[in-house]
């Protein structure tokens, strides 16, 4: 099994490819050790000293790692956790286990703004941050302000600030005129 890495914009994540699927629909995020009993895999990662987040897309997991370690000297453990698990048949989500990934419902009277800002964020915006091994989901719209959901790699990454309001926000502005300003928010 080879595994290619990627590196990510932000400097404490690491975007790792083993060549199979990781997940078949949606994504999940395991932002501490303790969110990670969902998964074996994830927990597994979490194993090796030093990890700090796990996050999972369709063919990608992105590990972040804490600030006292270098990528030198986690990169093979985290390899090898990954080469580990997915030859051990295990699955990569325990049975009964849901993962989200997908935006925030919204009742109100918005209900139309808020589906254009979703097909938005699912059809420009998504694709783009997975790229970076990150996901930002739709959290709520109130008053003009969206609201969106940082993951992975782009959770803690210091251009988020930059792509959530030169990126993101013009873009929902340029297409939504009702869009005023978007915000991140951790959940």
């Known amino acids: 099994m080879f595994i290619q890495t990627e590196s990510t914009p932000n400097p404490a994540t690491l975007k790792f490819l083993p060549g199979l699927t990781v997940l078949e629909m949606g994504t999940a995020d395991f932002p501490t050790a303790d969110a990670a009993a969902a998964s074996p895999l994830a927990q597994r990662l979490f194993a090796v000293d030093g990890v700090a987040g796990v996050f999972f897309g369709n063919d990608f997991v992105t590990v972040t790692k804490g600030d006292d ?109 009702e869009v005023t300003e978007v915000r991140p928010v951790a959940v």
Request: aromatic fraction near 6%; proline fraction near 5%; glycine fraction near 14%.
């Open 69 to 177: 370690i270098d990528w030198d000297h986690l990169k093979p453990s985290i390899l090898g956790a990954i080469m580990e698990h997915f030859q051990s048949g295990q699955p990569v989500m325990a049975d009964g286990a849901t993962q989200a990934g997908g935006h925030a419902d919204h009742d109100g009277e918005d209900g139309e703004i808020v589906g254009q800002i979703k097909e938005l964020l699912d059809s420009r915006v998504r694709p783009a941050v997975a790229q970076d091994g990150g996901d930002i989901t739709f959290h709520g719209f109130d008053r003009g302000v969206v609201y969106l959901h940082m993951q992975g790699a782009c959770a803690g990454c210091p251009s988020s600030t930059l792509t959530l309001k030169m990126g993101i926000e013009n873009l929902l502005r340029h297409y939504i005129p």
